[in-house]
């Protein structure tokens, strides 16, 4: 299961030696000597890979230009970045095997995070402080501007994933009051309060809804921000829960403070995303939403879960019909698509497992469906494929809302293709309102 997904569990080790993320400038020094030997070797493959990060037109690569690249390809501008990120993680990684004392020990701390994926590891690397789980997925499904919404997000977070996770309504009720009533219950006090985040939609949302807590009922004495768009390693990083332990100790020392005016920008976020119209989110995205830089292609990856323009698709209604029509004769399971999609295709996911299958399920409840799923036990492993239908929609021959999809949303933003609805043009990056189809 997905750290994403609602309610996943805690992990319970932290990851093996051989994680992406788990760097040795031993080894690294060896990779960047067979990347020289294979060059000298004139090894077309290897000799691309020093090309494209370190050309020099003409003149025999040297062991400098094979560190070089081997920092590129790890995510890190230069070599003497590279040693000195894992130089602090070994730091890091001695402090825990030492005993050192606590890092958040100097104040009393509320870590928050939209899951429970690094609960376990921030106690392995030496954290002492209570942990707070605010996990609601708000980038998927309704945020009504009136209404009870935890009454709403409940009754859509049991229907949608009810299938696949135990879940009740009086469950699901009281998990997202606890975290409401934990939020509000920080605001004001004389706490440290850390927000642990990264950039995708998933966890800018749940971001802005804690500031727009704090903003509303007063910000902690402290407030303070953990937030990465990446980390050195030989996979694509998506999120904290991949990090062991040592890693999110170094981060420890990247926290930044918040201040009233990234108060003011999650109270505007929010406060947009349950508007019925797409318009104010996509004006703040498109001012760049400057105190937290990544919120902005955050929120324009939301918006593009609207119908597209050309389509009536959502982009991961897109990307997945994509993704099942390049298969041809070879069907794929859910569980493949989603891997595909988390580290080829998505330009910034954010779906946990259980979310996607959701998604890939209504796909498939359209009253003349784009895809078929074989029957199984396990969701996961149901094979999809295209029909007909979803052909023409791939090819831009019939418009995806005129296959009679059940109603959705997007935030606020009420999707039902027998009536007026909003759509995404990507070429413009603007929403528009597009007239009922059926």
């Known amino acids: ?14 990851p093996a030696a051989d994680h992406p993320f788990h760097l040795h400038l031993d080894q690294q020094r060896k990779r960047a000597r067979d990347l020289l030997r294979a060059c000298l070797d004139g090894d077309a493959v290897a000799d691309h890979r020093l090309r494209r990060h370190h050309p020099r037109a003409g003149q025999p690569p040297t062991l400098t230009d094979a560190q070089h690249a081997i920092a590129r390809e790890l995510g ?7 040693k000195a990120h894992i130089l602090a993680l070994d730091r890091a990684r001695a402090a825990i095997r030492h005993g050192d004392p606590a890092p958040d020990g100097d ?4 870590h928050i995070r939209c899951g ?40 859509f977070i049991v229907a949608q994933y009810g299938a696949v996770l135990p ?63 990446h980390f050195p390693g030989r996979a694509r990083f998506i999120g904290l829960g991949q990090l062991d332990p040592e890693a999110l100790r170094m981060l420890w020392t990247e926290r930044v403070p918040l201040d ?46 609207l119908p597209g323009v050309e389509d009536g698709l959502s982009l991961t209604e897109r990307l997945t019909l994509d993704l099942v029509a390049e298969a041809g ?63 023409a929609v791939l090819y831009q021959e019939l418009d995806a809302m005129a296959l009679a999809p059940p109603v959705r949303w997007v935030g606020g933003c009420r999707i039902d293709p027998a009536a007026p609805h909003w759509r995404w043009d990507r070429q413009a990056d603007r929403p528009v309102l597009h007239p009922a189809i059926l």
């Open 260 to 305: 009233a005016r990234h108060l003011a920008l999650g109270h505007r976020v929010w406060a947009a995303l349950s508007d019925p119209s797409p318009e104010p989110l996509a004006r703040l995205a498109g001012d760049g939403t400057a105190p937290l830089p990544v919120m902005a292609p955050a929120l324009r990856r939301h918006l593009a879960e």
């Open 107 to 110: 104040s009393d701390t509320l």
């Open 167 to 229: 879940l009740d309504v009086d469950g699901v009720t009281g998990k997202l009051t606890a975290a409401e009533r934990a939020l509000r219950a920080a605001a004001g006090g004389n706490r440290r309060v850390v927000l642990w985040m990264e950039h995708d939609a998933y966890d800018q949302l749940i971001l802005a809804r804690c500031l727009a807590v704090f903003a509303e009922h007063g910000a902690p004495a402290r407030l303070e921000l953990i937030q990465r768009d």
């Open 76 to 82: 890190l501008a230069s070599w003497p970045r590279l």
């Open 116 to 155: 429970s994926d690094i609960r376990e590891r921030l106690r392995q690397a030496g954290f002492t402080g209570d942990f707070l789980e605010v996990s609601d997925p708000l980038c998927h499904g309704p945020i009504p501007a009136d209404g009870d919404l935890i009454a709403i997000r409940a009754a």
């Open 1 to 14: 299961m997905d750290d994403h997904s609602p309610d996943a569990p805690a992990p319970t080790a932290a």
């Open 329 to 391: 004769d070879t069907p794929l399971t859910i569980g493949r698509l989603f891997g595909r999609m988390m580290r080829e295709r998505d330009p910034l996911p954010a779906l946990g497992d259980v979310m996607y299958l959701a998604i890939v399920a209504e796909l498939a409840r359209a009253a003349q469906p784009a895809i078929a799923l074989t029957p199984a036990a396990d969701p996961f492993t149901a094979m999809v494929t295209l029909t007909g239908h979803g052909q």
